[in-house]
């Protein structure tokens, strides 16, 4: 939540356990619009926690990066409830930093040990779990390309009836090394025959 506190309510915060810190965010994006908008969700959802007090925010329009995105941010001083909330933020939100002001030592209990190390398990399990997922995922995209890209060969050499690799290449646009496994695998499955630098249908 957002809160205009004096120095002396923010100190009060502070010695009853909160953590007095700068926080900044960044949003990377296409289109403009869109980087905004994420930023202003971004920035409502985190201000709904009650375990959150924003006592300033400074942000810019979005600026253009390399590749044609834009980028832009949100500076936050903040008092955040506890170091458990600290790294829940970290791990959920990844600001793109972190600046503790107050306390200036932070004495970690075990319990707060333990926590941190079992959020910390638990996302570094979930992005495993994604890379499992997007391997497989890149597995089933790869069958398809082969398969269409083979299909895509012989369908050439049906028209054709015979074509010199090169002249495969140059109709088919598949880079050179692939076509030569496609065509040896096609070649493997008797589905085309490849005599010196020429192929054509069985």
């Known amino acids: 939540m957002e809160g205009k506190l004096s120095k002396k309510e923010v100190l009060e915060h502070v010695e009853d356990g909160w953590i007095l810190a700068n926080v900044i965010f ?3 994006g296409n289109p403009e619009e869109h980087v905004v908008n994420s930023l202003k969700g971004f920035m409502d959802n985190l201000k709904s926690d009650k375990e959150f007090i924003f006592l300033d925010i400074k942000t810019d329009d979005p ?4 590749g044609g995105l ?3 941010y949100a500076n936050c001083d903040m008092l955040v409830r506890n170091l458990e909330k600290l790294t829940w933020l970290c791990i959920n939100f ?5 600046d503790i002001i107050q306390p200036e030592e932070l004495v970690l209990q075990e319990k707060d040990a333990n ?6 398990l638990a996302h570094l399990h979930t992005v495993n779990q994604n890379v499992v997922a997007m391997r497989s995922d ?3 995209f790869n069958q398809v390309v082969n398969v269409l890209a083979k299909n895509l060969i012989l369908i050439l050499l049906t028209y054709e009836k015979k074509m010199s690799i090169e002249q495969l290449q140059k109709k088919s646009g598949i880079e050179m090394g692939l076509l030569q496994k496609f065509i040896d695998a096609l070649a ?3 589905k085309l025959k490849k005599d010196g630098e ?5």
Do not use: C, W, Y
């Not at 600026?63 to 390399?66: D, F, G, L, T, Y």
């Not at 990844?94 to 972190?98: E, G």
């Open 94 to 98: 990844m600001p793109a930093s972190i």
């Open 138 to 140: 890149n597995r089933g």
């Open 63 to 66: 600026a253009a990066v390399e």
């Open 115 to 120: 926590h941190f190390f079992n959020n910390l």
């Open 26 to 28: 960044e949003i990377v």
């Open 188 to 190: 493997k499955d008797r």
């Open 198 to 202: 020429q192929v054509s249908l069985v």
């Open 70 to 72: 834009f980028a832009t």
